[in-house]
């Protein structure tokens, strides 16, 4: 039972952080850079530059947050 939760709990990891870092992080921050352009609130450019900058570090950390559980509970035997 441990080893099934484990797995889930990397498979929904993946999924989380492939969420957060491509979409919610790198394509939400272009986005934000792009109407921050357009509306001339350099706030908002400014603000999805940041997202844009760290997507990749935001979503290997929020995948790190339930992948290491998940290891930990495969290999708890």
Do not use: H, R
Not at 18 to 46: E, R, S
Not at 56 to 71: D, F, K, Q, R, T
């Amino acid at each position: 039972m441990k080893q099934l939760l484990g797995f889930i709990l990397i498979g929904a990891g993946c999924v989380v952080g492939v969420y957060v870092g491509l979409w919610v992080c790198l394509v939400g921050g272009i986005a934000d850079i792009v109407n921050g352009y357009n509306i001339g609130n350099t706030g908002l450019a400014m603000f999805g530059l940041m997202k844009f900058v760290f997507a990749g570090i935001v979503g290997w950390l929020s995948a790190g947050i339930l992948v290491a559980p998940g290891v930990i509970l495969i290999g708890d035997e």
